[in-house]
């Protein structure tokens, strides 16, 4: 088992990779009352096109990641939550663009919840009549994510901003697209993806690592796994420009709701390249529109915004981009606001105070979450797939410049890269 101290932060993270392939951290916080663990694929909602080992192109209906996860929690003769529930355990799942996460918290009975997590998932049960079943449950599901105007504001800005990548595409899929998955199409995909070598398992919290690893290796050691498959993704060449510069929809909000994308032009960094253009895209947003702002104090005083405003920035290997906005009475003057305000932040560049001052609030902020370990159990491995480590985030932040930070600005805030997704009321008062 290895050992990697981060001294400044008073962290210890132990990691060792099984002979299975999994990758399993421990990251120990003694004082802490309640533990952390989550096993998560490497697999999301945007990795529905394949090639096998064999050769074989796969092409999947789309939601299918989410639609497994769905099913992972069905087995023949065991009821997964009563289970935790019986353990003392609050269990839950999620699937995102790139990664489908499993995971639980407890006070007590670590040993048998964590058993519990590892034999479920690697435990796939599916009957044509349960998926069958499931179509239903996840079309109602499907169809109360088109009336939600926050998901929707925010899923038309990824279809106005990307052409062809699949992240424009719903991760629950359509009723449509549900419909024609099979017992055999989740199967394939789990033998694919959910594999101990495109996993990894995380637990935080209060416990002892040595026993806590001896457990993870005495259940996998009882299992036997294929060799690990080669995964090859196959994504669309995505092009640069956005899709559309603007769509609008009608649903029924009391404030319209306005979100303003910014599309990066370039995409496949990995590792430290792809945290410190994550940092600096965050240091700009912060500076230019954080709530010590002259623009947030000015929008906020004459009531354009609400305190729904916010922004955030996405990077992937494959794909990344900026969001700012929420509600607000008038849309288009917001966007109109927004555009100057970075337009006239470009041109004066970035203030050197602003600028410590911002880095001093995400390195206070980072500081503070990392006693959550909910935080540091949804960060760790999204970090770790991409390359790089959720403790290294303090001294990369620490590394940056101003000058990185206004590069960063004038690469990335780009008219020609900027799209707008607007929710209207669904009756419009003239």
């Known amino acids: ?243 559309e510069s603007r769509v609008e929809a009608n649903l029924a909000v009391g404030l319209p709701k306005c979100l303003i994308g910014f599309k990066e032009k370039t995409n496949g960094l990995t590792g430290e390249a792809l945290l410190k253009r994550e940092l600096t895209t965050k240091l700009v947003l912060d500076i230019a529109f954080g709530t010590s702002s002259a623009l947030y104090q000015k929008w906020y005083g004459s009531g354009l915004i609400t305190e729904s405003f916010d922004f955030d920035y996405s990077g992937e290997k494959e794909y990344g981009y900026s969001i700012i906005g929420g509600d607000t009475p008038d849309p288009d003057k917001l966007v109109a606001e927004v555009q100057q305000g970075i337009g006239e932040l470009m041109q004066r560049g970035i203030d050197q105070q602003d600028f410590e001052r911002a880095k001093r609030k995400k390195i206070g902020l980072f500081l503070r979450s990392l006693n959550s370990v909910e935080f540091i159990a949804n960060q760790f491995t999204s970090y770790k797939f991409n390359g790089t480590e959720l403790f290294s985030v303090v001294p990369a932040l620490e590394s940056i410049t101003r000058e990185e930070v206004e590069a960063r600005m004038r690469e990335h805030f780009l008219t020609e890269q900027m799209s707008v997704s607007i929710v209207r009321s669904a009756s419009p008062q003239e």
């Open 1 to 243: 088992m290895q050992t990697t101290v981060f001294e400044q932060l008073g962290e210890t993270v132990y990691h060792e990779t099984l002979p299975n392939g999994l990758a399993v951290y421990l990251v120990p916080k003694q004082g802490f009352s309640k533990t952390y663990a989550v096993f998560t694929t490497r697999y999301g909602s945007i990795d529905s096109h394949f090639r096998l080992k064999s050769g074989e192109e796969v092409h999947v209906p789309d939601g299918i990641a989410h639609f497994l996860e769905h099913k992972m929690f069905e087995k023949k003769e065991m009821d997964v939550m009563h289970e935790f529930s019986r353990n003392g355990a609050s269990c839950n799942a999620f699937t995102s663009f790139n990664r489908t996460a499993y995971l639980f918290s407890c006070t007590d009975n670590l040993d048998r919840n964590l058993n519990l997590l590892l034999n479920y998932v690697q435990e796939p049960y599916f009957t044509d009549a349960s998926v069958e079943k499931e179509k239903g449950i996840i079309g109602q599901e499907i169809t109360m994510y088109d009336d939600n105007p926050d998901w929707k504001v925010y899923m038309n800005l990824l279809k106005a901003m990307y052409q062809k990548f699949p992240i424009k595409i719903e991760i629950a899929g359509t009723i449509e697209s549900i419909s024609h998955i099979t017992k055999e199409y989740l199967y394939q995909c789990y033998e694919t993806f959910y594999h101990p070598g495109n996993m990894v398992l995380l637990v935080v919290g209060s416990f002892d690592p040595e026993t806590v690893m001896k457990w993870v290796r005495d259940n996998q050691a009882a299992k036997e796994f294929p060799p690990t498959p080669k995964i090859e993704r196959l994504f669309p060449e995505e092009p640069a420009p956005v899709a």
